[in-house]
């Protein structure tokens, strides 16, 4: 079993940044695909980045409105999962879970359903 804990949420201004970490604990996150999701008040649990797994670093997806602005990481070492968040916007206020898939991992990795274990999420709220 997997416990992951989010962390790095809070209050910024329109255009600032912030860091997310996703520590996971239980077994170590070799081999899991790693995503980030938000979910707005009144609306759906929605795609926002994924990382795969790799001895050196994996590979990348974003949703396309955080193109170029979020980038998701991961330190093997320290079973973490980073979502640098820059240039943030007001429509980005939601909560931000992290999510794994355990391994064998087949197919895209942008949906709900494709993940296995969650965190219990942190709030980031953006100002105008």
């Known amino acids: 079993q997997v416990q992951l804990v989010e962390s790095g949420g809070g209050l910024v201004q329109a255009g600032g940044s912030l860091r997310l970490s996703c520590a996971a604990s239980?077994?170590?996150?070799?081999?899991?695909?790693m995503g980030w999701f938000r979910q707005a008040p009144g609306k759906e649990r929605q795609f926002v980045a994924a990382i795969s797994w790799s001895w050196s670093v994996g590979s990348t997806y974003y949703e396309d409105s955080v193109k170029g602005r979020f980038t998701i990481s991961r330190d093997n070492a320290k079973n973490t999962v980073y979502l640098q968040m820059n240039s943030l916007k007001p429509e980005g206020t939601a909560v931000y879970y992290c999510?794994?898939?355990?391994?064998?991992?087949?197919?895209?990795?942008?949906?709900?359903?494709?993940?296995?274990?969650w965190g219990q999420g942190t709030q980031v709220t953006v100002s105008s």
């Open positions: 999510a794994g898939r355990a391994p064998p991992v087949a197919g895209t990795p942008f949906f709900v359903s494709n993940y296995d274990y």
């Open positions: 239980g077994r170590t996150l070799n081999s899991y695909t």
